[in-house]
């Protein structure tokens, strides 16, 4: 999930400065800052 391609497109809209192939710690690093700022 963490690897999804859809996941990953949705967090590139958050955070432009995503690596093109971010490792599942990135991923879920972001997702988690996405969250606490809701």
Known sequence: RLQSPTVIAGLREAFPDLPE??????????????????
């Open 21 to 38: 192939n971010p490792d599942a710690e990135t991923v879920f690093v972001k997702l988690r800052e996405l969250r606490n700022s809701w």
